[in-house]
């Protein structure tokens, strides 16, 4: 299941004490916000690990608006019992600085998780030698339903 959602005000500071009781390595990205790289949760861009019992305070401002999610950024590979696989993930929702973020009748938070069996990490990749997944990156954002929309696109 996913975690607790979080309700964030845009541009107000807040501290956010992660404590980490997974039994292994972890930490937390937070996605669509604008982040000192330390503070991102991915270890790519400088943020540290935290270790097993231990905690880290993520001190950010939250921008910009809108709904977002966090999730663990440990490596979990093919274990189902760790990371987003586990339920590590949550929303993050970013209320406007200017006021009311709109009307509406209910507020329906949905999450769908899907695992792709042949997908590895970047740091797999750097460790042996390439596996042939049948996936394709698009070389410009646009995609269709069946991938890629009439665009180069380039094998990785």
């Known amino acids: 299941m996913p975690g607790t959602p979080l309700r964030l ?42 270790q097993p019992g231990n905690s880290l305070v993520y001190s950010i401002t939250p921008k910009p608006s809108g709904t977002r999610w966090y999730h663990s950024h440990a490596m979990a590979m093919t274990d189902l019992t760790k990371s987003t696989y586990s339920g590590e993930f949550g929303f993050l929702i970013v209320e406007p600085a200017a006021g009311d973020p709109g009307r509406y009748d209910r507020e329906v938070l949905l999450a769908t998780h899907l695992w792709e069996g042949d997908w590895v990490s970047i740091q797999d990749i750097r460790k042996v030698r390439r596996p042939t997944t049948g996936l394709r990156r698009c070389s410009m954002p646009q995609r269709s339903a069946s991938g890629c929309s009439g665009m180069a696109t380039n094998s990785r």
Do not use: F
């Not at 404590?19 to 943020?47: C, F, K, M, R, V």
């Open 9 to 50: 005000r845009e541009g107000k500071p807040v501290r956010i004490n992660v404590i980490n009781d997974a039994g292994y390595p972890n930490l937390i990205h937070w996605h669509g916000l604008y982040l000192a790289s330390e503070q991102d949760g991915a270890t790519e861009e400088g943020s540290p690990i935290i």
